[in-house]
């Protein structure tokens, strides 16, 4: 009856842990990558790497495994001492020797008490330590990765990883291994016990084992796969609230807020049944233990009397063996249920590790120097660059020119011509697959990443800002700068009007991403920003787009300001903001179509000037 019912509510079997790894794991051109994941896919492994946390605190773990054998000992000790007095005192009368004996039996539950609450502190201590340190380790790692290992994440799965997986670690460090070890230890000792005082009452106490596993592997197999779809369900209304909640100004502009309610409700009501089938049969756990506790103790109660009233055993021996039973069910029941936690902690854990052995940006050569001065002499030499080697051709194929110091370079061409792959390699997030990309003379391999990086600066179409207040934003620029120099960088920016206007001024708090102002505003401060920086060599991504005309002129008078006696490269889709330019690069396909002045290249009526032609129609 029971099969009939519950199987109409089974869920399809989850893919098996191997399964999952293949579909997880993201490709990878570098084996050993490869190989670091398939140490992280190994359990073993993974609790191997954990002790290596665990063991900088090797001592005081060493006390915490003491504390526990301490507490299963008195845990055994205490039915085994009211036996005896069972055994021994009841028919006497009392007198000192029992008064001795109540205080023996107090002390014991007083240091069974003691010991419990020191191994707890002290687990609980080891555990927020270790996951500290996992948890430091994992967000230095992810700040040594290189940009193309992020382009191919999603943001929310790495917050994860540094969140939900390490909190998984967290709660079994607290709990589940210690009364994992615990169950153990008094399961044994328990065991060790019974056998001693009586193999008959003892075999008797291991009939409901085989019941207990049946029962336990019968409830599992169908909780299991319901708790993850429960879960999976879960997540995906997690994503919808997320989504709606950003689209919330389209839903209403559209009128679709009903259906949006209706969706919901569909995704909450499969919550609401998996989460309901989910917890009654796991409610099906205790019920079975309870019953098996209780066809226990009928079985030593019933058979145990039998051989009291014979005399092979004592009162007091039935006695131990009915706590005894108890305590030899419960860390089995208990076993069962952290050993599932384990499990998920150890999954936790692979997560983590998995992002550890990712290999980090490649280390500069040992002969690279530092950058202590930047003219901003740029050249390219027969460059070519592909982001998946063999796949899709070169994006960026035999491309040189050079730049001289001061000049503003502009990067113009379709989506997807190479623009913004060829400033990615000016900064070094990635490296030339071959040629030569030289700052004044030098080959930027031999020169440091991060030295390099401190004498460039960045003003990008999506303006980025963090959350604190707007002189904090503008001094990331350069950290060690004054206030009136950051108050300087943006009077230059045309921010400073801006800035007087709001509020709290320049300690005027942003929230996450400039929130609280305009977009235009967001990118004054962007340029302020790098003006603080005063680079050498000036990135510039459409900086103006999407900007009223007023701002604009606002913004392109602070980024001529910016402009001055720099090297600048401008990524622009609008022909008419970099007439100036010194040089234009024309990019199609990953090549120079064209190379010249604003003039020159018009006088070459080729696809520079039917492009700026095409747009002077359109704006007319």
Do not use: C
């Given at each position: ?8 509510f089974?869920?399809?079997?989850p893919?098996?842990?191997a ?9 990878s ?19 191997s ?18 504390m526990v054998l301490?507490?299963?000992g008195?845990?055994?000790?205490g039915?085994?001492?009211v ?40 687990m ?21 990765l290189?940009?193309?290992?992020f382009?191919?994440r ?7 990883r ?10 079994t460090?607290n ?6 070890f615990?169950s ?9 016990v019974?056998?001693l ?20 592997r019968?409830?599992?197999?169908r909780?299991?796969?319901?708790f ?29 807020e009903q ?12 919550i609401?049944f ?32 039998l051989?009291a ?9 039935i ?23 384990l ?11 998995e ?6 940006e ?8 530092e ?46 011509a190479?623009k ?7 900064s ?23 030295s390099?990086r ?24 350069r950290?060690?700068a004054?206030d ?7 009077e230059l ?11 709290d001024?320049y300690?005027q ?5 400039g ?7 967001r ?10 920086a005063?680079?050498?060599?000036l990135?510039?991504?459409e900086a ?10 606002r ?5 001529q300001?910016l402009?001055?006696?720099r090297t ?10 970099i ?9 199609q ?6 190379h010249?002045?604003h ?19 359109v704006?007319s």
């Amino acid at each position: 009856m029971w099969k009939a019912f519950i199987d109409p509510f089974r869920v399809a079997r989850p893919p098996t842990l191997a399964a999952r790894e293949q579909e997880d794991t993201p490709s990878s051109d570098h084996s050993a990558v490869t190989s670091n994941k398939k140490r992280a896919k190994n359990w073993r492994g993974t609790l191997s790497r954990i002790w290596t946390y665990l063991a900088e605190r090797r001592l005081k773990l060493f006390m915490v495994l003491f504390m526990v054998l301490l507490t299963s000992g008195f845990t055994l000790l205490g039915p085994y001492l009211v036996g005896i007095a069972i055994d021994d005192f009841l028919e006497r009368e009392g007198g000192q020797l029992w008064i001795w004996f109540l205080v023996g039996l107090g002390v014991v539950y007083l240091l069974n008490s003691i010991t419990s609450w020191l191994q707890n502190v002290w687990m609980i201590e080891i555990a927020q330590e270790t996951v500290y340190r996992m948890r430091s380790d994992l967000f230095a790692h992810l700040h040594r990765l290189p940009i193309p290992f992020f382009g191919k994440r999603q943001q929310g799965e790495l917050m994860s990883r540094v969140t939900n997986d390490i909190e998984n670690v967290s709660a079994t460090l607290n709990s589940s291994a210690i009364q994992i070890f615990s169950s153990v230890l008094t399961l044994v000792g328990t065991l060790v016990v019974m056998l001693l005082l009586s193999p008959l009452l003892t075999l008797l106490t291991f009939i409901v084992v085989p019941l207990m596993a049946f029962g336990m592997r019968w409830i599992t197999r169908r909780t299991g796969p319901l708790f993850r779809e429960r879960q999976r369900n879960l997540g995906e209304l997690n994503g919808y609230i997320e989504e709606t909640l950003s689209g919330e100004k389209i839903i209403k502009a559209f009128g679709r807020e009903q259906q949006v309610i209706d969706e919901f409700a569909e995704r909450n009501d499969r919550i609401r049944f998996s989460g309901f089938w989910a917890q009654t049969i796991s409610g099906l756990i205790p019920k079975l233990m309870n019953g098996l506790n209780n066809l226990s103790f009928a079985l030593i109660a019933g058979v145990g009397g039998l051989l009291a009233i014979k005399g092979s055993i004592t009162v007091g021996v039935i006695v131990i063996f009915v706590e005894y039973a108890r305590q030899f069910t419960r860390p089995l029941n208990d076993l069962a249920n952290q050993w599932n936690t384990l499990l998920s902690a150890i999954a936790g854990a692979e997560r983590v590790f998995e992002i550890m052995d990712e290999d980090i940006e490649e280390a500069d050569e040992q002969q690279a120097s530092e950058v202590t001065q930047i003219t901003g002499k740029v050249e390219f030499r027969d460059v070519s660059f592909a982001y998946d080697t063999g796949e899709g051709g070169d994006t960026l194929q035999h491309i040189s020119f050079q730049a001289e110091p001061g000049e503003m370079i502009a990067l113009v061409g379709p989506t997807g011509a190479g623009k913004t792959t060829l400033i990615q390699l000016i900064s070094r997030f990635y490296d030339a697959d071959q040629g030569q990309v030289l700052i004044d003379g030098q080959d930027i391999r031999n020169l440091r990443r991060a030295s390099l990086r401190q004498h460039m600066a960045f003003v990008l179409q999506d303006s980025f800002l963090f959350e604190g207040t707007v002189m904090d934003n503008i001094r990331y620029g350069r950290l060690e700068a004054t206030d009136d120099e950051v108050r300087q960088a943006a009077e230059l920016a045309n921010a400073h009007s801006f800035i007087q206007r709001l509020p709290d001024g320049y300690e005027q708090v942003l929230s996450r991403d400039g929130g609280g102002i305009s977009q235009g505003q967001r990118q004054l401060l962007t340029i302020a920003r790098a003006m603080l920086a005063d680079p050498a060599i000036l990135v510039l991504d459409e900086a103006t787009s999407s900007i009223d005309t007023v701002t604009e002129i606002r913004i392109q008078e602070g980024l001529q300001r910016l402009m001055e006696g720099r090297t600048s490269f401008v990524i622009a889709h609008r022909l008419n903001t970099i007439r100036s330019a010194d040089q234009i690069l024309v990019l199609q396909d990953g090549q120079i179509l064209e190379h010249g002045s604003h003039d020159q290249l018009l006088e070459q009526g080729g696809f520079y000037s039917e492009l700026f032609h095409s747009q002077l129609k359109v704006s007319s």
